[in-house]
DNA sequence: CTAATATATTAGTATTAGCTAATTGAATGG
DNA sequence: CCATTCAATTAGCTAATACTAATATATTAG
């Protein structure tokens, strides 16, 4: 029962689970676009750091980017957080646990 | 902007992201209730690797133990992934990407 | 052209994580 | 009892991780 060659999911729990490295996700998730060096101001780490866990989050299909001069824009990709939500899926939490979430959507949806 | 100490999606991920423990969860998941020694036959690591496993799993909340003689057996605890759900919730993937899927259960809820 | 800016990369370091082997403490079966 | 089994814990090893400081490479500003 030896596992097997890192799947999607354990790339993506992996870069997840600094706090660092996923405060870093979120600050790209809510701007739109955004910098290094704005990343890196108020991170509390280096441009170095930064540019470091960009490119983990990037591998784990998490951010995408884009270069425009010499500033590189980032932007989130949450469909890298897919190989997530199905290994949750599988586990049957979210239905489970969202059932008055739901019934609140369907009344906004069909009341 | 230095991160408080460890918040629960922190502990949730960091469990999660190895695969061997993440393999030990599945497990305990498929089946109701069963022992460390049964985890650990197959597992291709020690009883005491299963157990350090187990421990960082219950700190989670993702598994509960009842002890028995000299049998403990374990049991998930899916309610310990809530932390993440509300995590990626926040990040709005699911109704988005899982519309149809709710379509499709809301025939089977209310025909 | 030169200086400054933005980002990536690299080498080195300290800490952490996962593992084994060995031990301990219970509980059980002969 | 005594030997055996189950599980937790511990010490010690190794590999991986997150970080800094320094450097390399572009690009832009003056």
Redesign the interface.
Known sequence: ???AA??P??TV??A??D??R??VFERV?ESKEITVAELTR???VTQGAISQHLKSLKQAGLVAERAEGRNVYYRAA?QG??P??TW?DH????????FQN?RD??KEIDP
């Open positions: 029962m030896i596992e890192s799947n999911v354990t729990m992996r997840l689970a706090p660092t996923r405060a998730f108020g991170s509390g949450p957080l897919e997530l939500v949750m586990y049957g939490v979210f239905w489970r646990e969202r739901l959507l369907l």
